[in-house]
């Protein structure tokens, strides 16, 4: 009997609970040892182990460094559709904090983002579909490395992913503690913002502190520089588009000169938009304010603008489709259709720019106050079954036996109608 404090439906969901405990086995060992972007040995190792235990048709590596890709072929691949499904496999550079048997044997490593479960939830998918294969097509498992920071979806594009694997549309799934277990979301636009890495570096005239007047201080530079970048938002972008720029660090002078004005100093933030017209206005004025009130003091300012990863975008038709998929397993009070985007980003952006698809969060609630990224985060495995079985369900629903274009085409259809109504 389930001992799952959710309920699910459909055939997937009941074949998948059956063997819970070795997911649960797997994901625990996966988070017992974590992993960098590009350096996921382990884990790659793990996977394809446990791929070929599962019977898929084929497993390709080397693909974006450390990158795993799995192909399924159904019971008719007469369709000549691909659906492709993502999920990432690196870990954190921080400390953990929790003492149970599976924690960090890394020090300084941690899964501290749940990548160990989406992996994990993949796997359980691949061998659902590996052994049932109800459906008319080929399911393309993607198993991506360097999630947080490395851009690892955009090294595998690059290294050749949808020209080996031409998918018509790839889904991803990310878990949030925010939400209740057994409970789904996602919306027909925007999911995550672009981030962009910002540093301004203030160079003024150095001397000593007693006698400032000779100098051209950049510590009092970057003092006004940081109060007047947040007017940025609140009057260049419009009210109902949204836009953050933070200032996160700064470095200036030595903590152990106290009388000495430094000559240099440097501001590190970060940018985050959903529109790219947005992007590219917050970027002019933070150019010309920083060159302006730095001269203004006698000083220069240099401003680095560096793109790191796009806003992560659902496509319409593809977002109806999985929020179907997704009714279809926990019911329609349990999934949210509208949900609010993160001002966080996510480089699955890079392969919504490559093909059409869709971005999901799983529920997953959250234990003792521990978020993402928190020493003390854990992935709850009590969500294994339910996101592997999303993941088939994808699969299956998205290229069936009976008709392979009806569950996409009854969505495009369903798209074009929203946009039309609400173009009216």
């Not at 890709?69 to 921080?94: E, F, K, N, W, Y």
């Not at 359980?124 to 459906?135: M, N, Q, S, V």
């Not at 609630?365 to 079985?389: C, M, Q, T, W």
């Not at 088939?392 to 109608?417: C, F, I, T, Y």
Request: glycine share 10%.
């Amino acid at each position: 009997m389930s001992t799952l404090r959710y309920q699910a439906n459909g055939r997937a969901f009941a074949h998948i609970a059956r063997f819970h405990p070795e997911l649960t086995a797997l994901r625990r060992d996966l988070h017992a040892h974590p992993e960098l972007g590009f350096e996921e040995v382990y884990s790659a190792a793990r996977v394809q182990e446990a791929l070929r235990a599962c019977g898929v048709d084929e497993i390709h590596t080397g693909i974006g460094k450390t990158g795993v890709v799995a192909v399924i072929r159904g019971q008719s691949t007469a369709s000549g559709r691909m659906i492709g499904l993502r999920a990432d496999m690196d870990a954190l550079p921080m400390h953990e904090d929790n003492d149970f048997g599976w924690r960090s044997t890394s020090n300084g490593l941690m899964h501290g983002c749940g990548h160990d479960g989406h992996t994990t939830m993949l796997v359980g998918a691949a061998r659902y579909l590996a052994a049932t294969r109800h459906f008319d097509g080929t399911a393309v498992l993607i198993f991506q490395p360097g999630e947080e920071g490395f851009a690892g979806a955009r090294v595998m594009v690059e290294d050749g992913l949808f020209e080996r694997f031409p998918v018509d549309s790839v889904y991803a799934m990310h878990n949030w503690p925010q939400m209740a277990p057994g409970t789904v979301g996602l919306n027909s636009g925007p999911m995550m913002a672009a981030a962009d890495r910002i540093t301004i570096d203030v160079t003024g005239k150095g001397g000593h502190g007693a006698h400032a007047y000779q100098t051209v201080d950049p510590v009092v530079v970057t003092a006004h520089l940081i109060t007047a970048i947040q007017t940025i938002v609140s009057r260049n972008v419009r009210p109902l588009d949204a836009a953050v720029v933070s200032v996160c660090a700064m470095h200036a002078g030595d903590l152990g000169a106290f009388s000495v004005v430094p000559g240099k100093a440097t501001l590190v933030g970060t940018v985050r938009t959903f529109n790219p017209k947005v992007q590219v206005e917050v970027e002019r004025r933070l150019v010309e304010m920083c060159t302006a009130v730095a001269a203004g003091f006698g000083a220069s300012a240099q401003v680095t603008f560096e793109r790191i990863y796009p806003a992560t975008i659902n496509t319409a038709a593809e977002a109806l489709f999985a929020g179907d998929v997704a009714q279809a397993l926990v019911g329609a009070r349990n999934l949210d259709r509208h949900m609010e985007p993160s001002m966080g980003a996510e480089d699955f952006s890079f392969m919504l720019q490559a093909r059409p698809g869709a971005y999901l969060r799983i529920g997953q609630g959250v234990k003792e106050g521990a978020f993402l990224h928190n020493s003390r985060y854990d992935f709850n495995d009590e969500i294994l079954p339910l996101g592997a079985a999303l993941h088939a369900s994808l699969v299956e629903q998205g290229m069936p036996l009976a008709s392979p274009d009806r569950a996409m085409e009854n969505a495009k259809d369903r798209a074009s109608e929203l946009h039309a109504s609400s173009a009216v």
